[in-house]
């Protein structure tokens, strides 16, 4: 009995970092409102949990940079197509979103190529 207590213990204690690391958009993000920004790509990250793109935007004549946080990597590779070269470093995107609570950025809903490439057309978690 105390055998199975113990690794129940365990089990547990390895478990909780992973089931903490996961974390509703909700909290980061305000979805209450939403903005859209036109910023140039500075780079593009393919990664789970979440993927994203620094962009640089301009605001009162100096670049600030903004995160575009985006579902899992694994969604827009299989779900929508996306390749690690569907945007390139200097390419010019302007998305729309839930804005960050704190700081430059937003959870993306919507996406477009400068040349009109819809390339996330609704929210992706």
Do not use: C
């Not at 690794?7 to 979805?31: N, V, Y």
């Not at 500075?42 to 979440?50: F, G, M, Q, S, W």
């Not at 899992?72 to 010019?92: E, F, M, N, Y």
């Amino acid at each position: 009995m105390l055998i199975r207590r113990i690794t129940l213990l365990i089990g547990l204690l390895l478990t909780a970092d992973t089931s903490l690391a996961h974390h509703s958009i909700g909290g980061e993000f305000d979805s209450s409102r939403s903005i859209t920004v036109t910023g140039t790509v500075k780079e593009v990250a393919l990664i789970n949990p979440h993927a994203y793109i620094l962009i640089d935007v301009e605001e009162a004549g100096e670049a600030v940079q903004y995160t575009l946080t985006m579902g899992p990597a694994i969604k827009l590779i299989r779900g929508s197509g996306w390749t690690p070269d569907i945007l390139l470093a200097g390419d010019v995107v302007t998305s729309s979103g839930r804005p960050m609570r704190k700081g430059n950025g937003m959870y993306i809903a919507h996406l477009v190529t400068e040349d009109g490439e819809v390339l996330i057309g609704e929210l992706v978690e």
